[in-house]
């Protein structure tokens, strides 16, 4: 399985690169885990789900720690059929668990994981969609996982193609996180399309 | 049919909220086709892709015509089965055309549509992603859409995850537009996750 993540961060200042650079400063704990390539549009991150969306929340954590005004969209994809194999890429969850639980028992296991997760002091806003491809059914997987959402802890509201989310951002990322692992079939193409923000001047 | 966007403007100027205000000018003429609500995150557009595409084509190239380097996210979507009938989003390429069209078919109208969209005379790089959802083979018609990139003249290269589109905002929109309308089943749960940018400071 190839996963990984196309990762762009926006700080809505004219000092936008240096708050780049130190928000790229967070990644370095990650970098023997992760594959990550940086163009002028994203950072490519491929790797293992655990490095993956803890680098992601990193990422963000440090840069909406300024008070300037910052958002963060990313792409995010696993079991993509044009992608090649990656062992790097290996994950417990979906070699394992994913594939023999009911979706109850996925669901209960997504909550239990945001209720552990670390707290970072930093509270963001977040919205996305899951999309499950290559089966029919799709809206099945996507119910459940919209069932999890509003159980989180972490559920704002419900938006047209997409879910908000709100909270420290430890707690958000893991939400986002057991979205991706536990809904659509663990052997299959599911991919995530993310938008987080921090310090905005408008109201929620 | 529903049809809609989630789009974000992402000026990276201390004066981020000027050129933002600026843009949501340029959706004036769209205002009675399309339904427009903004929250602190996104601005929901509904409607029929001839007046969505546009309308995020206009916003994006009045903000890029700032020296500012600026950037936009879309979630794109169309036939959600979670998402109510719109009369609104009613589509002839949809209703009738694509339904009965081959993919080479569909590939040559989608290039005869970027040969002919209107020239803007703003420059910009655009990265995306298609995601066919609810079928079995969802690949094929991604793989028939990037021949179809491949050849529209505004293909720059592949990356991981999706494709990168560069040169005049009108052709770059009138390629997204095409590959959302023509790829896909007609009646089927096709979106779209959109990056734009323009002026920006790092190399390409």
Redesign the interface.
């Known amino acids: 399985m190839?996963i990984?993540?196309?990762v762009?961060l926006?700080?809505?200042?004219?000092?936008?690169?240096r708050i780049i650079l130190s928000g790229l400063d967070a990644l370095a704990p990650y970098r023997d885990d992760l594959r990550i390539e940086t163009?002028?549009?994203?950072t490519?991150m491929?790797g293992a789900p655990a490095p993956l969306f803890d680098a992601i929340r990193d990422l963000f954590a440090r840069s909406a720690a300024d008070p300037?005004?910052v958002?963060m969209?990313a792409?995010i994809?696993r079991g993509?059929?044009?992608?090649p194999d990656d062992p790097t890429c290996r994950c417990d969850v979906l070699a394992t668990v994913a594939q023999t639980t009911s979706l109850a028992e996925r669901q209960a296991q997504a909550e239990a994981a945001v209720r552990t997760a670390p707290v970072l002091g930093v509270e963001i806003?977040l919205?996305f969609?899951l999309?499950?491809?290559?089966?029919?059914?799709?809206?099945d997987e996507?119910?459940g996982c919209i069932d999890f959402l509003k159980a989180s802890g972490t559920f704002l509201r419900s938006?047209?193609?997409?879910t908000?989310l709100h909270g420290d951002a430890g707690p958000v990322f893991e939400t986002l996180r057991q979205a991706f692992l536990r809904f659509g079939p663990a052997e299959g193409?599911v991919?995530i399309?993310m938008?987080a923000?921090a310090n905005?001047?408008?109201?929620?």
């Open positions: 190839f990984g993540a196309q762009s926006y700080p809505m200042t004219s000092d936008f690169v163009d002028d549009i994203s490519l491929v300037a005004h958002t969209h792409t994809s993509c059929p044009g992608e806003d919205q969609s999309y499950v491809l290559g089966q029919d059914g799709h809206m996507i119910y938006k047209n193609f997409c908000r193409h991919t399309d938008t923000s905005s001047p408008s109201a929620r």
